[in-house]
């Protein structure tokens, strides 16, 4: 009885979150409904965990996703957004990477050009305005 608590609450941590994932896909998508302009999170997946943060402001979106530990295959990612990204950069590791992006329905869907694996200590950066 006490297991199904605990499960329910991470399942409305999950929910503030708006986090997706699916480890085979690379796939990871956040959509933060509490204060999204100023976000920070904790975040596991099937071989590591890590943290989410973002800020929003009237020229930028800023998102960073920090491998805490183990690693993480990333080949999409999604994020709520109320605009339609004009320009968008991707880094991870420090590196730049190539993608496309698709916006739709206050969501902007990035597909990177070749899947990334994160290690631990590596972060993947997004930045749009």
């Not at 990871?28 to 943290?51: V, Y």
């Not at 009237?58 to 994020?79: M, Q």
Request: glycine share 8%; net charge positive.
């Amino acid at each position: 009885d006490h297991y199904a608590r605990s499960m329910a609450s991470y399942g409305v941590f999950l929910a503030a979150c708006g986090f997706e994932y699916h480890g085979p896909k690379g796939h990871i998508g956040f959509a933060p409904r509490i204060t999204p302009e100023d976000f920070k999170a904790a975040f596991t997946s099937a071989e590591g965990w890590g943290t989410f943060r973002q800020t929003i402001n009237e020229k930028s979106h800023e998102a960073e996703i920090e491998l805490k530990y183990g690693s993480l295959l990333v080949r999409t990612l999604a994020l709520a957004t109320t605009k339609k990204p004009k320009h968008l950069t991707v880094t991870v590791a420090g590196k730049n990477v190539a993608c496309t992006h698709v916006f739709q329905e206050n969501r902007v869907l990035i597909t990177l050009n070749e899947s990334a694996q994160v290690n631990t200590g590596e972060k993947v950066a997004l930045v749009f305005g």
